[in-house]
């Protein structure tokens, strides 16, 4: 099945530190999404990106997809504490199959 | 509210004592999943539906069942659980196909 690598797996930052998680897929991507889990919490999407080499912005995140579509980056701008929690990214299968492959995940802490 | 409704969220059970986890959605979505999240190892899909009577094996089916018998619900049958069963569960759904998922709170499963 699909595959792709997810690192950091852990990332400690001083608050007001930047951030970035990096998702990697030996296939060409049809799309991807990030999404990010509180601690004891469950996942909450954030964004999808399917254009190649779009970069979208929300707020202190900046989303990117490369130029051929085999990887994501998820880069966070002075981090605050809320920040917190882990951060997947998620593709789905070739050929419109609804199936779905999440990454392993960054768990970021941030230091106050 | 817009809400995904996972019930029990907190199961202790014996090996092979037969299971039901329900979920539930109420927001028409036609696409419905469940996943299991181990640490390390991220959320790794069981099964999937796109539509009621349509489901369909994720990465890791082995020892579960679902059925689609309404557009609403999507209960996850642990036959005859065993401890490497033992997981945290998460529900999904998504309006259409599964770029855009709305997660319910987790079942928490414990099998001795």
């Known amino acids: 099945g699909q595959q792709v690598m997810q690192i950091p797996q852990y990332q400690h930052v001083q608050e007001g530190e930047d951030f970035t998680t990096y998702c990697n897929s030996s296939?060409?991507?049809?799309?991807i999404q990030w999404y990010k889990q509180r601690p004891g919490g469950h996942p909450v999407f954030l964004i999808q990106?399917?254009?190649?080499?779009e970069v979208k912005k929300q707020k202190r995140l900046t989303f990117q997809f490369g130029e051929a579509k085999k990887n994501s980056s998820l880069h966070i701008t002075a981090t605050q504490t809320t920040d917190v929690g882990t951060y997947f990214c998620?593709?789905?299968?070739?050929?419109?199959?609804?199936?779905?492959?999440f990454g392993t995940g960054t768990k970021l802490q941030v230091i106050p | 509210e817009a809400q995904v409704t996972q019930n029990p969220r907190y199961l202790i059970t014996v090996t092979g004592k037969k299971l039901t986890v329900t979920c539930s959605q109420n927001m028409n979505h036609e696409y419905m999943s469940w996943y299991r999240q181990d640490p390390g190892l991220g959320l790794r899909q069981i099964y999937y539906?796109?539509?009621?009577?349509?489901?369909d094996k994720g990465d890791v089916p082995e020892g579960y069942k679902v059925s689609r018998k309404e557009k609403r619900n999507f209960p996850l049958i642990l036959e005859s659980p065993s401890p490497n069963q033992t997981s945290l569960y998460f529900c999904?759904?998504?309006?259409?196909?599964?770029?855009?998922?709305?997660f319910g709170p987790g079942t928490r499963l414990l099998v001795l």
């Open positions: 999904a759904s998504a309006p259409g196909g599964a770029e855009t998922q709305y």
């Open positions: 296939t060409t991507l049809s799309n």
């Open positions: 990106l399917v254009k190649s080499g």
């Open positions: 998620a593709v789905m299968g070739s050929g419109g199959y609804q199936k779905v492959t």
């Open positions: 539906s796109m539509n009621v009577e349509v489901t």
